[in-house]
């Protein structure tokens, strides 16, 4: 334990997701020895994110407005619409250069272990956008692994009803990681090769 300040740095940094002890000291002692300027530079984004940065109401993106930039652009096709968990998602397949669809994020994934239900996620939110009939196909792309697949299984069970080609990416992605590891060519393939379920 340290004294004050610098313990409470410490603290608060032992708290963000896979920031050990050990990793939160020496990131406190790098802020420590750091050039203020930087310091400040850091703790002032730390503030603006939380001030500027919001949800789209759209598709529940990461956005600075009321839509976020993918929503606003005419450009993109409102017939293909791809579930994904997180924003980070969307910036993993972005990056692909495959998709010129929208997009919809979940907030997550189905995980009964943790007590997260269709009710946590943005399901219903979900069901209010396809009830108009515009998106023809729905492609699910939730993390391959146990918690991804069972929600894409439970998103497609309520969704095939309705008229609407439902697909699931490729297999050749990294199965139990996360989407955003995969890198732009195996997403980009696994998106391509996307089959209806
Ligand atoms: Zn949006």
């Given at each position: ?9 410490i ?92 997009y ?69 992605l ?9 890198d ?14």
């Amino acid at each position: 334990m340290y004294e004050g300040a610098i313990q409470d740095l410490i603290d608060e940094l032992g708290r963000l997701p896979g920031i050990g002890p050990k990793s939160a000291q020496r990131l406190a002692f790098h802020v420590l020895s750091a050039d203020p300027i930087d310091v400040r530079r850091l703790a002032a984004s730390l503030v603006k994110v939380k001030e500027v940065v919001k949800f789209c109401t759209i598709c529940f993106n990461v956005a600075e407005d009321d839509k976020c930039r993918i929503c606003r652009d005419p450009r993109r096709s409102d017939e293909i619409l791809c579930v994904v968990e997180e924003p980070k998602d969307v910036v993993a397949i972005e990056r692909t250069n495959e998709f010129r669809g929208r997009y919809h994020v979940l907030g997550g994934a189905i995980n009964p272990l943790e007590g997260v239900g269709p009710d946590n996620l943005r399901v219903r939110e979900l069901m209010q956008r396809l009830a108009d009939g515009e998106v023809k196909e729905l492609i699910l792309a939730t993390d391959p692994n146990t918690e991804g697949e069972a929600t894409a299984t439970y998103i497609a069970l309520l969704v095939k009803p309705m008229g609407i080609t439902v697909s699931r990416l490729a297999s050749g992605l990294p199965v139990g990681g996360d989407l955003e590891y995969a890198d732009e060519i195996t997403l980009g393939r696994a998106f391509e090769g996307r089959r209806t379920i």
